[in-house]
């Protein structure tokens, strides 16, 4: 498939950010997009696992702000000093629907009867969170790390949705017809 015939770019770079390879399935590539999808949920999900499936997620540290700013422009703040204190969830954001949970976590005002406390910040983050790593060892951390590698790499798996595969231009080396059969 060249790239001019490949189906919408647009629709298959989304696809893969809802869904590491899902973008490339979508154009035809399904064995590099069952890789892509393999291979970066696998990362993902045995991230997750790792952190006792507690390190993804946004905290809510930024509500006691004593800043008075209109409505829209205190939850843009807020927003800002929460990924400011948490910079891991912008790499684990990029992997899609995997994140999600923890965005609509962040939003909710109430515990979720769907998700329970699945990527809900945790009540007692000093104690929850500081408990795993001084009495366990550093797989926790390696967790989030690797949440945010997979989280990373699919911004490529996207792009190269996006942008096609990268095939440049073939020269037609072959004589023309006539001349072939002229000789």
Known sequence: ?????????????????????????YQGRVGKG???????LGMYFYGMAL????????????QGNQVRLPPIAASVYNVGANLYNRPQFLGQFW?????????????????????GDFERTPADEDKELSEPQ??????WDL?????VIAGVLNVLVIYDAAAGPAFGAVED?????????AA
């Open 143 to 147: 967790g989030w790390v690797c949440t």
């Open 34 to 40: 069952v890789l892509f999808m393999v291979c970066l």
């Open 95 to 115: 992997i899609g629907a995997g994140a999600w949970p923890a965005v609509w976590q962040y939003n909710a005002s109430e515990k979720s009867a769907v998700l």
């Open 1 to 25: 498939m060249t790239p001019t015939s490949a189906p919408s770019s647009m629709l298959a770079g989304f696809l893969s950010y809802v869904v590491p390879g899902l973008g490339q399935i």
């Open 51 to 62: 952190g006792d499936w507690k390190n993804v997620y946004l905290p809510d540290t930024g």
């Open 134 to 139: 001084r009495n366990g060892d550093k797989t």
């Open 173 to 181: 080396v072959r004589r023309p017809q006539k001349e072939a059969s």
